[in-house]
């Protein structure tokens, strides 16, 4: 973001006295100026100069100051042009504002207006680059994390393009602890692993690790290892999950399932950052950076003595919520399209184009399983389709509430995928009295598909 420290403006105006006034008010340590009397000297500062802001005056020989911003917002767009217009010019100036132009004042103008629109301005240029940013990080981190895993995390709404940010600045950080929350569903381990692989520990190990499965006998010898013959059945030395990941990434999937006991020798361990392997004196240090996560609220645990307050906070230094997918449902297009580009190559399907019904039909839903469920649709949909196109027929909706804003798929379901088709064509026929191209219409397959299949199925 640019700071008032290092704010680059250009004056471009004919008049000598304009460029020295203007100059002379903003002489100022907070900045840097450039003066061109002409189009052409202006464009050859652009050229070789970073800058932030440019003074246009309307009337200019050469070109008209209209043409230098259309000129500027074409090949520099990055600059944000304030127009300086006479009162008689108010329709250069309209069409200025029109062409991008971000400001103007008028001549003969009062220092303080030039002061108050480059004030605008400049915040409109440090939002600008915000934003930029974000979208930098976000192609970045999209490229380097496919690279990596060989698929990406998709979405356009503002939760996910800020969720890229905090993930781009938290895999910069060596050993910060992060703890993801959120429903069953939202993608936290894709996050945890994101964190990992744009980190300088992605060489190393990323490790999982499903608190809610480990016995309380086996915390100790799963975590620190154990030496052979520690216990009955200790036939070999063993490595712990710690030890493991030394150098990489340690990720505690559903950590507020971890009984409290437990959780007692756990905090032990990050605190000391050191283990003792079951049977062995021997104290190990190791580098390990904890990444965390829950579909619970940590905080309402520890207030019904379910999670240890000390605990959550040596996990917690950095925490990410992800939204639920009811949360942003402006991601829910890209998502089916990503899935189904996905499962076109898994399956050497060619599926290329939705049916609009479908998209509206999945806004409604309310996703209880977050983006699992809908990966889950899209692929027992993209193995029933048969065609190039997409249909709401293939992804089996049934009980659509008429006066809410879900449906929902039945919880017992026929999974014979033939039985389900030839169900689906008798109840179509028989709704369009056996009017072929009436039931291939609600069906969203055409009538010589329609036609093959019953005589697949001998209807």
Request: glycine share 4%.
């Amino acid at each position: 973001m640019i700071s008032v420290c290092n704010l680059r403006i250009l004056i471009l105006d004919d008049e000598q006295l304009v460029r020295d006034e203007l100059s002379e008010f903003l002489v100022d340590p907070n900045f840097k100026i450039f003066k061109a009397g002409t189009p052409s000297e202006a464009f050859q500062i652009m050229d070789h100069n970073e800058v932030h802001i440019a003074i246009v005056d309307v009337n200019l020989p050469e070109m008209s100051g209209l043409d230098v911003l259309d000129r500027i917002k074409k090949e520099y767009s990055e600059i944000e042009v304030i127009m300086i217009s006479g009162y008689s010019e108010m329709d250069s100036v309209i069409h200025s504002m029109r062409l991008g132009a971000s400001d103007f004042f008028t001549k003969p103008f009062r220092l303080s207006d030039v002061e108050n629109a480059i004030e605008r301005t400049k915040k409109f240029v440090n939002l600008k680059k915000s934003l930029q940013e974000v979208k930098r990080n976000y192609s970045i981190i999209s490229k380097e994390f496919y690279k990596a895993m060989g698929y990406e995390i998709v979405g356009e709404s503002r939760h996910m393009k800020n969720l890229i940010n905090l993930i781009g600045k938290v895999a910069k950080t060596e050993n910060t602890s992060v703890l993801i929350t959120g429903e069953s569903g939202t993608g936290k381990e894709l996050v945890a692993r994101a964190i990992h692989y744009l980190s300088n520990r992605k060489e190393n190990c990323f490790y999982a690790v499903n608190c809610s499965a480990i016995p309380e006998t086996l915390f100790e010898s799963e975590f620190f290892g154990h030496t052979k013959g520690a216990f009955t059945g200790a036939s070999d030395t063993k490595t712990g999950w710690f030890e493991a990941a030394n150098k990489g990434t340690l990720f505690l999937d559903e950590i507020g399932d971890m009984q409290l006991n437990l959780q007692t020798k756990f905090l032990r361990v990050l605190e000391e950052r050191k283990i003792r392997k079951v049977g062995s004196n021997i104290e190990i240090p190791f580098d390990t950076r904890i990444i965390a996560a829950t579909n619970q609220n940590l905080e309402e645990l520890n207030t019904e003595k379910g999670f240890r307050l000390d605990l959550y906070h040596r996990i917690s230094s950095f925490v990410i919520h992800l939204e639920p997918l009811r949360n942003r449902k402006e991601d829910i297009p890209l998502l089916l399209d990503y899935f189904v580009k996905y499962f076109n190559r898994v399956m050497g399907k060619t599926i290329n184009e939705i049916d609009e019904a479908v998209i509206r039909k999945l806004l409604d839903y309310e996703f209880p399983g977050n983006v699992r469920e809908l990966k889950n649709m899209v692929e027992r949909a993209v193995i029933i389709c048969e065609s190039n196109k997409l249909c709401l027929s293939n992804f089996q909706l049934t009980n659509t509430k008429e006066s809410g804003t879900a449906y929902h798929f039945p919880e017992e379901e026929i999974l014979d995928l033939e039985l389900v088709e030839k169900n689906c064509i008798l109840k179509a026929l028989e709704k369009a009295n056996n009017n072929k191209s009436k039931a291939a219409d609600m069906l969203n397959i055409t009538w010589q598909s329609l036609d093959r299949r019953i005589k697949k199925y001998k209807i």
